[in-house]
Each structure stands twice: as C-alpha cells, then as structure tokens.
C-alpha cells in the first residue's frame, strides 16, 4: 500500500541520522524544495521517497546500522527501487567493498572503494571539478580524507574523475560521491539526486513502505 | 586546465569536524585502546600518554605526547586521529602537524607553555580543537583559527559538573546573543573579548561557526546523553573509558547513548549493557580540589 508522503505532494527525503554531517544535508535538500527529516529509526525510514547517507566516520555508521537493526530494512527499500545516495562515508558504507580491509559495507552498488585514498586531513582539500551531467561550470567539490573508486562494475555510470579516480558514480537508483555537497553553496547534485527520487516516485517503484 | 587544488582551507579544517558530529572521541595510551576504541564505534581517538586522570595524579610538567607513540597510533586505526598540544606551543603543533595527524588539541589539559596567548592556528593546515568555559573564551579560540571548540569541563575528575555549567554558559550566551538589539553587539563584542564580525555572525546563525563538542567529566552513558540534549554536538571521553573497570563495555554503551540520546529506552539498554559488576571510574568532589589544581582555568 502506497502512503502518501507530503500534504502537498513534495518528495520527502530522509538523511540517516546515526552520525555525521546531518543538518547540512537537511539544509541543502531544504533550499532545493524538498522536505527533509533526519533518519534515526524503521519508523522515519518508512516516511521517506529517498534516503541520503551523509559524510561521517564508515567503520562508526556500520557498527550502528547492525547495533540498532537499521541497515537490512535499507537495503530491501534500495533494492525495492528508493533512491539512495551517499557522500563520502556513505558512498563507503553502499559499496560492495573497502579495498585492503575487512570492512562490512551494504553491497548497493557494484564499486570497490579506497578509503582516506588521498590522504588524511592535511590532504583534505577544495577542487573545482567538472561534472559534465551537471552542466559546464565545474562543481565546487570538497573531499574530507575522501574515499576514492578504485573499481567499478559494467552497469555503473562514472560521473566525475579527480587524478585519475573515479569521485562520483551512479548505478540505477544508487549515487555515491567522495565529496561533499552539502558543505557547498551550489545546490546541483542536491537537485540531481531530489530528480533521482521524484522519478522514482512517478515511476511508483519504491513507494511501497510497508516492504521494510 | 589548471589545478585547482586547495588545502588547509577553513572549509575543509571545520569540515571535519562536521564529519564527526554525533560521535564520541575517546582518549587513548596504546595502540591497542585505539584499536579497542574503533570497535566500539569511536568516530576519532585521541592519542595521549597519559589520560588526564594520570596526568592530575602523577603532577609535574604535561608535554605533547611521545611521537613514536602517536605514530604508532595512527599505524593502528582508520577513524581520524587527534594529539595535544601545550596551550601556545606552536612548535608542538608545528611538529605534530608533520607527523600528520587529523587534528590537534591544544589543550589545558598539559601544562600550558605560554601564559598569555593561544596558537595562531591560521598558520596551519591541520585544523585545531580548543576548549572553552563561555562563549568569551570559544569565540576568541574561533578568531584564533579553531576549527572545533569543546566545553572544558574538568579533565579527568569524573565529575560532569563543570562540564554541564560549561555548556550551559556557552549555550546560553549564544541564545541571549540572538535576541539582544543591534546596537548592543559592540559592548557586547567588547565583553566577550572576541571580534565584533563574529560576534555579528553568532547572533545572526544562533550558533557558533563551528562545531560544539562536550568534554571534561563524561564517565556514564547518562552523562553522555545528559550533555547531548544540553546542546553537544558530540562527546570527547578521556578517563571514563579506561578508567572504568569494563573499557570495551563502556566505550561501547557511551558511543550508544550518544546515538540516541533522547531515547532513554536505549540509554536503559547501553546502562544495563554495562552489567551487575560494572563500575565507572572513580569521581572527584571538584569542591575539595584547590584552584591551583583544577584545569579548566588554564588559557582563559
């Protein structure tokens, strides 16, 4: 059964609220005309059109998604067709894989990830990078001891390379950036997400929240 | 077509920050804590020789960290690492700020090398956490070049008193900041010894521009999520882990209550996880300790 999300017919899309840079997504998705709510249970993931894995600590996240029993019912929403989106940590987080480690990830998109791949902190760093999908400006693009891609699979879309690497990637209902987005003024991949989930919507895949 | 490549950019040292909202960063002595910490669930370690329970215990001069150790720290875990440094010691920042690691605290918690001025952190690519008593104190850390503040409390006491008056001084200030007319923000400016601009932005945005931590005291799940309704945006826990008798337990119970903590029903589950024989460090009454041995008033 199909709940309507929004009075006014708005997509809703939820940030998971475990830990990280919450409130700057809610913000973002807010300025780009979506209702936003913070994620912290089944009951608020059950409410959401999409839901957003913001930046944060991975191995933290993973362990909380197992602790409080949130990352199974995601992933039946994902594969039931919600749009997801990650950055940073949570392009980590829906990765098949973390290269050279034992790290347990969601497996949503098939990319094989690098982690703090340009360095830690003092390598953190601002770039102006070209996102042909977005438009010609390049995008102002902030990594954070940003994972980068070092494999990805013959059904995803390579969006943004920086030195070579893949930095943004999407497969079907899955995006992932090793940037941060929300950190920026620039609302274009905010927008192209909140497209991702009105599509979705229209297309009446994922609506049925009772799945999780 | 040309690099564009910038580091070291305010963005990306408060970014950091913002990434680890919401977490707890645990004091840590070996290489194994780190690792035990990570487990937990810890969002960054910081990477101590002593925790600061020792540190008030054993007396004498608290210095920057043996670097083989903090190197050796680093080696251990993926989550970010942070080290201290004395209050003004800009050669101590300088040197840990080569080694590499994630952020550096320069913290009251050592014993402080200059008695009048902080770091300039500007000058560095690192991004720096400071303490504060009151907003005075976080908003000329913040003009200073801090990246992150965290309410003082008083390290290695077990004792969440001071921890809560901090952040309520701070919480509260920025608050009445909000409502008083423009005119006043100059006195106000003035009072609070920080750079009018900022005053302006703080009273504008209700909150300061960069991320408010809690720390000095935290010894229980219930401290932490005490201080997480009180406004923390994430909590630094010294002694309290590994002065407990049960450090895996608490760390992880800590880093829950954290998560939800305006869920009591998991603040109950994190307390009960602990067990029957668990038992937090032992606390201090900060009314029987001198003001030659509190900690908190150090770089004002």
């Known amino acids: ?212 | 077509m040309a690099d564009t490549t910038q580091t070291g950019t305010v963005t990306v040292k408060r970014g950091l920050a913002q990434m680890l909202k919401g977490g707890v960063i645990m004091d840590v002595v070996t290489p194994e804590q780190a690792v035990t910490a990570q487990e937990a669930g810890a969002v960054a370690v910081m990477a101590l020789e002593r925790i600061p329970a020792d540190i008030r215990a054993m007396g004498g001069v608290a210095r920057m960290s043996n670097l083989e150790l903090v190197q050796s720290i680093m080696d251990a875990v993926t989550i970010p690492v942070m080290a201290k440094v004395r209050i003004g010691h800009f050669a101590e920042a300088q040197a840990l700020q080569e080694l590499g690691v994630d952020f550096i605290d320069e913290s009251e918690v050592l014993t402080p090398a200059d008695d009048k001025y902080h770091v300039n952190k500007h000058n560095f690519t690192t991004p720096f956490v400071c303490g504060a008593r009151d907003l005075g104190e976080a908003s000329r850390r913040v003009a200073e070049g801090a990246a992150m503040i965290r309410s003082k409390g008083e390290a290695g006491s077990g004792n969440i008193v001071e921890a809560v008056r901090h952040i309520r001084a701070i919480k509260d200030a920025i608050k009445e900041l909000t409502v008083v007319p423009e005119e006043e923000l100059v006195a106000r400016a003035r009072d609070l010894g920080a750079p009018l601009e900022l005053v302006k932005e703080i009273a504008k945005n209700g909150k300061l521009p960069v991320v408010l931590f809690c720390a000095g005291g935290v010894s229980t799940p219930a401290d932490a999520a005490l201080m997480m309704q009180l406004g923390a945006e994430g909590i630094f826990v010294g002694s309290g882990i590994f002065k407990s008798n049960n450090p895996k337990a608490f760390a992880k119970a800590i880093v829950d209550a954290t998560t939800h903590f305006d869920d009591p029903k998991v603040i109950v589950e994190a307390s009960r996880s602990l067990g029957k024989e668990a038992l937090a460090m032992e606390g201090i009454d900060l009314r029987k300790l001198s003001e030659s041995e509190m900690l908190s008033p150090r770089g004002n």
């Open chain 1, 1 to 212: 059964m199909a709940i309507k999300s929004s009075k006014d017919g708005r997509v809703v899309a939820g940030v998971l609220a475990l830990q990280g840079d919450v409130v700057e997504h809610i913000a973002a998705l807010r300025r780009a005309g979506a209702e936003a709510i913070a994620v912290k249970n089944r009951a608020d993931l059950d409410r959401v059109d999409g839901l957003v894995i913001p930046g944060g600590e991975s191995t933290t996240v993973m362990k909380l998604l197992a602790r409080f029993e949130m990352g199974e019912p995601i992933v039946r929403r994902v594969r039931a067709g919600m749009p997801l989106w990650g950055t940073c940590m949570g392009m980590i987080v829906v990765a098949h894989d973390v290269v050279e480690m034992q790290q347990p990830t969601l497996d949503l998109i098939d990319i094989s990830v690098r982690r703090n791949a340009f360095g830690r902190q003092n390598d953190s760093a601002e770039v102006d990078l070209p996102i042909p999908a977005l438009g010609e400006a390049p995008f102002p693009a902030i990594f954070i001891r940003a994972p980068w891609i070092e494999r990805a699979g013959a059904d995803v879309q390579l969006l943004a390379e920086r030195n070579g690497h893949g930095v943004m990637v999407r497969q079907g209902n899955v995006l992932g950036t090793s940037f941060h987005p929300e950190l920026s003024a620039d609302a274009r991949v905010h927008a192209y997400f909140l497209e991702m989930v009105a599509e979705a919507r229209e297309a009446h895949v994922g609506n049925d929240r009772n799945v999780a």
